[in-house]
């Protein structure tokens, strides 16, 4: 399906992908004057994907970034001064300098579930962050990234399987940059299109021009409505090019060169930018204003960082260990005052006219919550079973 966007809806895309750009440009230069704690990621010719699939979301949505979504951070709402603060660990950044890289979140307002470094394990959170949402019946739709070479983990199989087999919320976006670390993907995986990987878990999947930022977001906005009307998980597989080594410690000189000229000719943000001018969207003034307001913020937000404080070290071990902030609970259910406003920022839906009208449902509205599923009928040698004692071989011990 495509989708017509608007004029102020092809703008936005613009803007957040030159700001993805330029706050990590400004990274860059920090992290080469040694202000940056730890590695630093580029995510330089794939900012259409990042910007192009957060900007699908509605505010209510959930997303968890990985290592090169900036730009779906920026979308989301998150300052840049918080990415800056974070990178360089000041008392001012979102973990209070306790962690570093995007290693952070928003559970409160933006719903950002902060990530972790093992590659895949963010698919079986945010599936389920997806049926979570599904309990407290907010028809939300999570939203999560994993590379070409983290689809080759364990998790990532267990966890799409997982999602699948509940018919979670969830969308996920494969980024095909065609590298992991120094391995092509070739190397790696016998497949020429990584989507098909969705054909295992019996779910819907696309595949998209990671550097065309208006097909990538028609692709995850048609995606991420079809998730929330009940269709199950949906894997975009978007293919593009890591046009940096893997991290800046790493100058990439494996990559063939011609490959880094093939795809500098296809950079995402140079070509969208073609289009608003070709179609008059957008003329030299309006380009000014853009690049000139967000240079503004930048110097501002880095400034900020700059001069913010590292943490004092009498606090390093303030926060980590619970000390009577709270009496932990080992029980799942929440008070519902605790889930519903004003405690939580989603209005709840509890029945959804039409949601689960999708493809192979199979009923009219599929239930928000499993006890209002029509009753299944207990098969009758189930029926007449007595209730179960323990084995006696089993309870000794006795091995079968
Ligand atoms: C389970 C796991 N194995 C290995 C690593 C180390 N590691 C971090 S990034 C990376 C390469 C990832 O490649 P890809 O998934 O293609 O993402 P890209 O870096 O291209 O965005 C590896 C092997 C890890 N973080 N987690
Ligand atoms: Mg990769």
């Not at 920090?30 to 202000?35: M, T």
């Not at 090169?68 to 660990?89: C, E, S, W, Y």
């Not at 995606?223 to 894997?235: C, D, M, N, S, Y």
């Not at 000139?292 to 926060?319: H, M, V």
Request: aromatic fraction near 8%; include cysteine.
């Amino acid at each position: 399906m495509k989708i017509e966007l608007t004029r102020q809806q092809h703008l936005d895309l613009y803007y957040y992908m030159r700001l993805n750009r330029a706050v990590e440009d400004t990274m860059g230069k920090l992290f080469r004057q040694n202000k940056i704690v730890g590695g630093l990621y580029a995510s330089l010719g794939q900012e259409a994907i990042s910007v192009g699939t957060a900007y699908a979301l509605e505010k209510k949505d959930w997303l968890a970034p990985m290592i090169r979504n900036i730009g779906a951070l920026l979308t989301k709402g998150v300052p840049p001064r918080d990415i800056f603060t974070q990178h360089m660990a000041k008392y001012t950044s979102p973990t209070f300098g306790k962690d570093g890289t995007s290693h952070f979140g928003d559970l409160e307002n933006l719903h950002i579930v902060s990530p972790i470094s093992m590659l895949g394990d963010l698919i079986p959170v945010m599936a389920g962050v997806a049926l979570a949402g599904r309990y407290l019946g907010q028809k939300i739709v999570a939203m999560t990234w994993i590379g070409d070479g983290g689809s080759s983990t364990g998790v990532f199989h267990e966890g799409l399987n997982f999602a699948a087999s509940q018919k979670a919320p969830f969308v996920l976006i494969l980024e095909n940059n065609q590298w992991a670390y120094s391995t092509p993907v070739r190397k790696q995986v016998p497949l020429a299109d990584l989507a098909d990987r969705a054909k295992a878990y019996g779910i819907a999947s696309y595949i998209v021009d990671g550097n065309d930022v208006a097909a990538v977001y028609s692709t995850a906005k048609e995606a991420v409505e079809r998730a929330r009307a009940g269709e199950g998980p949906i894997l975009i597989e978007a293919k593009t090019m890591r046009m940096r080594g893997h991290a800046q410690h790493d100058p990439a000189e494996y990559v063939p060169p011609e490959m880094f000229e093939y795809w500098k000719k296809r950079d995402p943000i140079a070509r969208h930018e073609k289009f608003l001018l070709d179609e008059k969207l957008l003329d030299a003034k309006g380009k000014a204003e853009i690049e000139k307001k967000i240079e503004t913020l930048l110097e501002k937000d880095r400034e900020f960082a700059e001069n913010s404080p590292l943490p004092p070290p009498e606090l390093a071990a303030e926060g980590v260990y619970c000390e009577g902030c709270h009496a932990p609970k080992p029980k799942w259910e929440r008070p519902i005052a605790e889930v519903t406003p004003p405690r939580c920022s989603v209005e709840a839906v509890w029945q959804v006219e039409g949601f689960g009208r999708g493809k192979d449902v199979g009923l009219a509205t599929t239930p928000l919550h499993f006890e209002a599923a029509p009753a299944a009928k207990p098969a009758k040698a189930a029926a007449k079973r007595p209730a179960r004692k323990p084995a006696k071989a089993a309870a000794k011990g006795k091995r079968r």
